[in-house]
């Protein structure tokens, strides 16, 4: 069975400080993707990253980067110099072809 | 403009009362889905669609139906909604498979009595 664990439920943290979002999820398939979403407090759902089982490569874009460890089955979303506007919550998924089961999200409070 | 739209936003109603969600797409995407969202639990999926007349069930498919007559639209049904049924509903959108970017629409968020 798949499964994907967001452990952390709440985060705050002060701004400019740099967050760690953890995910860690569970398949027996070798191929599959891993995604994070973000929901900001208006509620829509925001696509942030998409990474395949085969791709091990750390991501950057900006102040957000990607840590994708299959060895532990990780696929980690630090923020760095958090700003207020990165309050939301924060969705970890877990897809093959046809389902996809997300975690149950962290949300992430930054502090002015 | 690329979206994803769903009606209603916002409806109350009442139990065993038979209602529609509507969810459209104007990008020509194949693989189509219905999530709920619930506190403490998440984005779970109901139903999804690979293409037109192609629909299985995700994790919570109890007390929804769904139709994937053209490939844009793709209606939740909730023949009788229970109480258990109030949630924030999304639908969602990608170009293939559900292992490419989803395109959510807005949220539907619905009440039952």
């Known amino acids: 069975a798949q499964k994907v664990t967001q452990a952390q439920t709440e985060i705050s943290v002060v701004e400019k400080e740099d967050v760690t979002l953890d995910c860690v999820y569970e398949?027996?398939?070798?191929?599959?993707?891993l995604f994070w979403y973000k929901q900001p407090p208006s509620g829509e759902l925001v696509f942030l990253i998409r990474?395949?089982?085969?791709?091990?490569q750390n991501e950057i874009s900006g102040r957000y980067s990607w840590n994708f460890q299959k060895s532990t089955s990780s696929f980690n979303f630090t923020i760095t110099a958090s700003q207020v506007v990165d309050s939301a919550v924060y969705f970890c998924?877990?897809?093959?072809?046809?389902?996809?089961?997300f975690g149950k999200g962290t949300r992430l409070h930054i502090l002015p | 403009e690329a979206q994803v739209t769903q009606n209603p936003r916002y409806l109350i109603t009442v139990t065993g009362k038979k209602l529609t969600v509507t969810c459209s797409q104007n990008m020509n995407h194949e693989y189509m889905s219905w999530y709920r969202q619930d506190p403490g639990l998440g984005l779970r999926q109901i139903y999804y669609?690979?293409?037109?007349?192609?629909?299985d069930k995700g994790d919570v498919p109890e007390g929804y139906k769904v139709s994937r007559k053209e490939k844009r639209n793709f209606p939740l049904i909730l023949e009788s909604p229970s109480p258990n049924q109030t949630s924030l509903y999304f639908c969602a959108s990608s170009l293939r498979v559900s292992s490419y970017e989803q395109y959510f629409g807005p949220g539907t968020r619905l009440t039952v009595t």
């Open positions: 398949t027996r398939d070798t191929t599959y993707y």
């Open positions: 990474r395949n089982s085969f791709d091990e």
């Open positions: 669609s690979m293409n037109v007349e192609v629909t």
């Open positions: 998924a877990l897809s093959r072809d046809d389902k996809i089961i």
